[in-house]
């Protein structure tokens, strides 16, 4: 999850109505018997908001949110990872106390939404879980991290969280921390920090995958050299399609894709598709953004009138148009270089992913129809969809 710049794709606030009326039934079907699991899940931000129930449907326009469960039936999505996504604060100590306690609590509210709806999801901490728990009729909840922040206070935490169950870790966020380098600051460590070798060997020990989305070049090279495992991209995109600093180029696919790696491709507009600077827009939105990072405190009344507001001053500052067909062109350039068993899913769903023709989970079937098309098989679309996904989670638990 990234905030302000994330919610430049609020642009297309209205713009997902009707899509899915043009997959077929037959793509449908076949999207609902396949395993389809998302490896980037910002949802738990909206469990905290007072009176949203993921049992319920919601809609982007009214509300801002992207997965809940009518909507994952609709788009056959089985479950994945719900990431506990810390901002980059002060790295004081300050910072970091409160970095642990927002971690804590985020994944306190994750386990709680399972706890409270056990007919509906349940949790996973091995490969196995997920066929098992898919078996039952319920969604399947795995967890991440996004930013190993709140680590920073004491790092051997980390197998407290393995406990209550972490599977995945994603070091850094937009901007440097304790641990590693950003891809999109200037580097500091030039690569991982002493703790954060550290980081990456505790996590091999205790079976937690290692994502390098948003991390440096520096620290994708350096994870790839030292993990014992394989490494997730957990929400990524081509280099050589959108040449934003957090997707990574042909040769760290190949070298990704060479350990028994995957990249899970990301819909983020702004990392699909370069955008001209628009200080207008930038002046207009910055303290609607600001409001939506507290969105967790507000009445829904409330949320539905900033989801207005902000999609006013989007149409008031338009950006050029991304769609489905530039989600696509990066997706199909990664299968290209690493072929159907490195890649998968990960679309930001609640962290500003999303564009015009894939607005919501309920939209994924899309996806499906588009690779289809391209000429991929049912088998691709299985390894695509959660096959890769599975067998990383399985290699990095058993590289113990
Ligand atoms: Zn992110």
């Not at 440097?176 to 002493?194: E, K, V, Y």
């Not at 827009?281 to 009445?299: C, G, T, V």
Request: contains cysteine; hydrophobic residues 45%.
């Amino acid at each position: 999850m990234r905030r302000a710049p994330h919610f430049a794709s609020l642009a297309l606030l209205c713009a997902c109505c009707c899509a899915h009326a043009e997959v077929p039934p037959a793509i449908r079907g076949l999207h609902e018997r396949l395993l389809v699991l998302d490896s980037h899940l910002d949802t738990p931000m909206h469990l905290a908001r007072p009176g949203w129930d993921i049992s319920q449907r919601h809609t982007y326009a009214e509300d801002l949110s992207q997965v809940d469960l009518p909507r994952m039936i609709e788009g056959g999505l089985d479950g994945g990872f719900f990431a506990i996504f810390t901002p980059q604060g002060p790295r004081t100590p300050e910072g970091r106390t409160q970095a642990s306690e927002h971690g804590l609590a985020v994944i306190t509210r994750i386990r709680d939404m399972v706890a409270t709806r056990p007919d509906e999801f349940a949790l996973a901490t091995r490969a196995e879980d997920v066929l098992d728990i898919v078996a039952s009729g319920r969604r399947v909840v795995l967890i991440s991290m996004e930013n190993a922040e709140p680590l920073a206070a004491d790092p051997g935490r980390l197998a407290t969280y393995h406990r209550l169950g972490l599977r995945m870790l994603g070091l850094v966020h937009a901007q440097n921390n304790d641990f590693a380098d950003s891809a999109t600051a200037l580097p500091q460590w030039h690569g991982l920090s002493p703790a954060g070798r550290e980081l990456v060997q505790a996590a091999n020990r205790l079976g937690i995958l290692i994502d390098v989305s948003h991390a440096s070049d520096a620290v994708f090279d350096q994870v790839l050299a030292l993990s014992r495992a394989p490494v997730i991209a957990s929400h990524s995109g081509a280099r050589a399609i959108g040449p934003h600093p957090r997707n990574l180029d042909d040769e760290r696919l190949r070298q990704l894709a060479a350990k028994g790696g995957v990249v899970q491709v990301n819909s983020f507009a702004s990392d699909l598709v370069p955008r001209p600077p628009n200080p207008e827009r930038d002046k207009a939105l910055a303290p609607l953004y600001r409001e939506f990072r507290q969105a967790a405190s507000l009445p829904p009344e409330q949320v539905a009138d900033l989801a207005r507001r902000i999609h006013d001053a989007e149409a008031l500052h338009p950006l050029p148009s991304t769609s489905l067909d530039d989600f696509m062109r990066h997706l199909l350039h990664i299968l290209e270089v690493v072929g159907p068993h490195h890649v998968g899913i990960g679309a930001d769903w609640d962290g500003g992913g999303g564009v015009e023709g894939l607005r919501d989970v309920s939209q994924l079937p899309e996806i499906s129809a588009r690779l289809l098309a391209a000429g991929y098989s049912e088998e691709d679309l299985a390894a695509i969809w959660g096959g890769n996904l599975l067998r990383v989670m399985a290699q990095a638990a058993r590289s113990l």
